[in-house]
């Protein structure tokens, strides 16, 4: 786990901020810029279409990121369950599949399109009853956080914010693995359970939970003990960790057009993308390192080549 220092939920400084005015304080801006910010409303946002994930992102301006990614490095340095992988220092992709290994069976669901599914109704209640802000304070930071009646896609705080506003949730599917003895871990929406009753039956009953608070699951899968699976982009086989044979593919595929590209300048312009897979998947894998290492070289040398 994280050995980055941690503080209590009453004793960080987002606790209990009782007037507009200490809100501001906490986010360092003075008490007029939030309030302009306030009256900007989801004109704060700059939305597009991204055709490669064919998803809306929903992008803060620049004063109003500045403010979300205060709210994201304040809320981050809280202290979470064990279970949470996303949003916090010192965890990651790779120590959420870490928590499971291929020697029992598994059960994984996700919530369908969590941002823009999620309400403004839990972010404000997470600001009330868990924060302890009065209902105009609890206001006021929904409104700088969430675009729209939900959080936006593009935005700083969503991802450590969208694990506070449905804790209750997460931790009642924590509580049902735990009954059942199995390991249960959670990345963004990504959840992931582990152990000998890990079957449709506890999947089912997650399934029920979210449907409880308003959202939908999909991407369910089950593993039988011993059977191969992709956790969070790392596939956990017996042997241990391994790159995902997609990713595996996507990176060869990236290797050939480098080969057959017939000009420096062409390999150049494909190399710092194949280096940043090869990178990655020495992360997950360090029988990689090699193969990184070698296109490091190779692109040094191209470059060499060329100022000549």
């Known amino acids: 786990m994280s050995t980055h220092k941690r503080v209590p939920l009453r004793g960080s400084a987002v606790f209990k901020l009782t007037s507009p005015r200490r809100l501001a304080e906490m986010l360092l801006i003075p008490r007029s810029t ?18 490669k994930s064919n998803r809306t992102i929903e992008e803060p301006k620049p004063q109003l990121k500045l403010v979300q990614q205060r709210f994201a490095r304040l809320l981050a340095q809280i202290e979470t369950p064990d279970y949470l992988h996303s949003g916090v220092k010192g965890r990651s992709y790779i120590t959420n599949a870490n928590q499971h290994g291929a020697e029992q069976a598994c059960i994984k669901l996700d919530v369908q399109k969590f941002f823009p599914s999620s309400s403004s109704h839990y972010v404000q209640r997470f600001f009330e009853e868990t924060l302890e802000y009065p209902a105009d304070v609890a206001s006021r930071a929904r409104r700088l956080l969430t675009y729209d009646g939900h959080l936006p896609t593009g935005g700083n705080a969503s991802t450590i914010l969208s694990f506070w506003a449905y804790k209750p949730m997460f931790d009642e599917i924590d509580a049902a693995a735990k009954r059942l003895g199995c390991e249960f871990t959670l990345y963004v929406d990504d959840m992931s359970i582990t152990g000998k009753f890990a079957n449709r039956e506890l999947q089912r009953e997650a399934a029920k939970i979210v449907a409880l608070y308003g959202l939908r699951t999909h991407k369910l899968k089950n593993f039988s003990p011993g059977q191969p699976r992709v956790l969070t982009g790392v596939a956990k086989t017996k042997r241990g960790r391994e790159v995902p044979h997609r990713r ?17 300048v062409e390999k150049l312009r494909l190399l710092p993308s194949l280096i940043g897979k090869l990178s990655e998947a020495a992360v997950v894998d360090s029988s990689w390192s090699g193969r990184k290492n070698a296109m490091v070289l190779h692109r040094r040398r191209l470059k060499a080549g060329i100022s000549r």
């Open 34 to 51: 939030l309030e302009r910010l306030l009256d900007f409303g989801d004109s704060n946002y700059l939305v597009r279409h991204d055709r």
């Open 248 to 264: 595996a593919k996507g990176i060869a595929d990236l290797e050939q057009e480098e080969a057959s590209a017939t000009t420096a």
